[in-house]
DNA sequence: CTGAATCCGACACGATACTG
DNA sequence: CAGTATCGTGTCGGATTCAG
């Protein structure tokens, strides 16, 4: 007993830590916030992890009703998901990106992986931050030619990302990461001009909306 | 290099946490937000921890531009206090303490130390997070006979928790730790028979308003 | 009494290899 | 695809000691 996880004070910060607050526990949390992942999706996204220990995390989250295990019948593929618990955990992880963004963030450094899904998740928590309010919902898809499309989207109230579809796109963006970190990266005054890395397909009104979207002072990511 | 803190992601969460995801420099914060501390206060607060790691912690967080040392003129104490970059944790505290009360929350375990300090910084996150709102700021004074007092102050707009005096107190609370604890624990409905455990000194006014406000369903603790 | 440093053991974690 | 097994290292707890 009193394992080295433990602190024991009566504390609810104290408790919540002693729950999430291993290596990797929330950043695999962070990953399942996009939708359901297999284990190994989760040892990509989470570079450098071990096999071992992403077992254990995800055996330990299990068994605290933080995410589920869900075998497809007849297939050995195990998908894990969120549970209410688990997704109440979202504002913890919004409050460290926010803080994240303005005190820890830095460029990329060489051979650091860098995942489109993690990009525009960070791009969606800023977009909640700043309280951009499109008039109506949207669905955006965004592509990257061989990988999974990511979506980005806003259901009247608040921005999230997902990987599973989330309904019919309004418009679709196929880009390389590259120019999607340069356009989301650049000062508001030089995005207009980095828009020629992004094709953008759909109708007039919806290219309109991502348009003042993200360039719109109040959704600067700098 | 390569330190096993470090995780080596394009990642703002990850940054974040590779800066205050140790164990112990949260629950640093979490003290340092009630106010300057010195060594020794962090030490009986953080009950566990030893001068070892708690040297560590502070000498990271130093460097990490979270804290500041502020020596007394001919005085050998040490006072620590947040920087603005320690104060912009205070939603990650704040969030971790609204998903631990709703989830990981338990009742006190044999042994567990209690301050009256953590109790009252996690009622205010909750009032906080009700969006209690009285119509004047006001300062609370708890007295629990030989300890240090704690305020709970209301600026207006959001609620606190300090032990250094912030202005005159509109109502002084002499009580005991058992019986705030029961006060602050118990269902609403039981609360105002609990108020026995409790004397309030101050303006009909002002103790109006403690009543108001902790009696009132928005500011329910369980 | 405050703010540490030191030694040692327990365990959390990383690296690599391997399996159903 | 979804994990285990083995082995080494780093982080942390516990006790003791020490200087200002």
Known sequence: MARTKDYGHFCVIARSLEVIGEKWTLLVVRD?????????????YMGGITPKWLSARLRELEAEGIIERDSVEGRREVW????????????????????????????????????PEMVLQATTIFLNRRGVHPAKPLVWQFEFG??????????????????????????????????????????LSERRSLLSGLSLEGSEDARQIFLETMTRPAAATA
Chains 1, 2 share one sequence.
Request: charged share 25%.
């Open 32 to 44: 399942l916030l996009r939708g359901p992942q297999r284990f190994t999706d989760l040892l990509r």
């Open 80 to 115: 894990y998901r969120l549970t209410k618990k688990g997704r109440d955990l979202a504002p913890v992880l919004e409050s460290l990106a926010v803080w994240g963004i303005e005190h820890a963030m830095r460029p990329p450094q060489p051979g650091e992986p860098i995942f």
């Open 146 to 187: 061989e990988r999974r499309a990511v979506f980005v989207t806003f259901d009247g109230e608040r921005w999230s990302s997902r990987q599973d579809e989330p309904g019919a796109a309004d418009l679709t963006i196929t880009t390389t990461l590259g120019a999607l970190i340069a356009f989301l990266y650049a000062p």
